[in-house]
């Protein structure tokens, strides 16, 4: 988006003054804003000449309404020009606009209490209006939502990426009907697809083997978070990362993407690599160093991709300093440490309730509702894990 001040001199107003306005040129196209200001002098630049009456109060508004189209700008970089103008002045002037199917998204996402969740409907806001900014509920129906699938196809997204984007406008209609803001549902003849994924799990073998790999120095803080997540039964990184201390020996946290309460019980195991790296300001030192989590958690992805055997090779100046990796495992993320101790677990006969209400899951929450389920079972579904895997040898790379 750029913006210039245009002072119209073609024509005065009834104070013989000529109108001030801002030029906007958005996605190709210039529109003009009227900035509801005047000057009895034509000038340039974004400051009233000062040989004008209140120039310096002029000049403080022109700004304001400046920087008020640069933030309606920023927020939505997509919006059609004739629909950026119509929001620029809506929110200078007050002018009223039909509220689009883009601002409930916002709106409902912005009650979510997980940052994660947030960013979620922001995303879909911003996917929703680069396919049809002007979406409205009343517009939305079967064939919009099946086109809607096929433009994410056509940027690249995969099935079970387009279901979140679809699921997100599901909950958008189910609280405006709520609300009574709509009476339309067009999801009652949608289906939205999903896909089975390959699960993401290392076998007791390969988990082994990561846990006693000889890691280069850098990775080996990375290499024994995952493993501590593992006896964490698979806790998520950034509700470990933002623990602030244990409680009575147990790990107890609401999870940041559900809410839901966990109660874990923290082995030896567990508590020999809480020791090894605890934190100042934190249960562990890994954001001690003013790193946010999500920084941290990206490093964490990478490393862990990297361990394996490496060598020195000589580069395109014929000098030995290029790393060649063979990587142990090139796919592995810290989302796999919540399937290694479910898989695990399932290997060992544990019952599917136990390992259902460990990993927090929504039937089992549902569950709950009846049921005063027992943490004990869970800890020693844990202690039973944990002890398979140290009775496994890695196997040799």
Excluded at 6 to 13: A, F, T
Excluded at 176 to 199: C, G, N, Q, S, V
Excluded at 233 to 238: K, R
Excluded at 321 to 328: D, G, N, Q
Aim: contains cysteine; charged residues 25%.
């Amino acid at each position: 988006m750029k913006m210039q001040v245009y002072v119209d001199g073609s024509r005065k107003n009834g104070h013989g003054e000529y109108g001030v306005y801002i030029s906007v040129n958005h996605n190709g196209k210039r529109f003009y804003v009227n900035t509801g200001l005047s000057s009895p002098t034509k000038f340039s630049g974004t400051a009233f000449p000062n040989s004008i009456p209140n120039s310096q109060a002029k000049t403080s508004r022109l700004m304001a309404i400046w920087l008020k189209i640069e933030e309606i700008g920023l927020r939505n970089p997509d919006l059609p020009p004739h629909m950026m103008k119509e929001y620029i002045l809506a929110e200078i002037h007050g002018r009223p606009r039909t509220k689009r199917l883009t601002d409930y998204i916002q709106e409902f996402g912005n009650t979510r209490t997980a940052p994660g969740t947030r960013d979620l409907y922001k995303q879909t806001a911003r996917k929703v209006g680069r396919f049809d900014a002007t979406a409205t509920f009343n517009s939305v129906d079967a064939d919009w939502l099946a086109r809607l699938e096929q433009y994410c196809r056509t940027t690249g997204m995969h099935t079970n990426g387009i279901s979140i984007v679809l699921r997100n406008i599901r909950a958008v209609f189910n609280w405006a009907i709520d609300k009574e803001l709509t009476t339309r549902y067009p999801f009652r003849h949608y289906r939205i697809k999903t896909e089975t994924t390959r699960k993401r799990a290392l076998t007791p073998e390969q988990f082994a083997t990561l846990r006693d790999y000889p890691c280069e120095p850098w990775q080996v803080q990375y290499r024994d978070i995952f493993v501590l997540m593992v006896y964490l039964i698979g806790i998520n990184g950034a509700d470990l990362l933002q623990l602030r201390g244990l409680t009575d020996g147990r790990c107890v946290y609401h999870r940041q993407k559900t809410g839901r309460l966990y109660d874990i019980a923290v082995q030896p195991e567990a508590k020999e690599i809480i020791d090894r790296y605890k934190g100042r300001h934190w249960l562990l030192a890994c954001l001690d160093d003013g790193r946010q989590y999500r920084t941290y958690m990206h490093q964490m992805d990478e490393a862990l991709k990297k361990i394996g055997p490496a060598r020195i090779i000589k580069d395109k100046c014929g000098k030995m300093r290029k790393v060649e990796r063979s990587p142990l495992f090139p796919e592995l993320t810290t989302y796999w440490a919540r399937h290694t101790w479910a898989t695990t677990a399932a290997k060992l006969d544990i019952p599917r309730d136990t390992i259902a209400k460990a990993l927090g899951h929504a039937d089992s929450m549902t569950a709950d509702i009846y049921i005063d389920f027992d943490n004990k079972k869970i800890d020693e579904a844990n202690r039973k894990v944990i002890d398979y895997l140290n009775g496994v040898r890695g196997q040799t790379p």
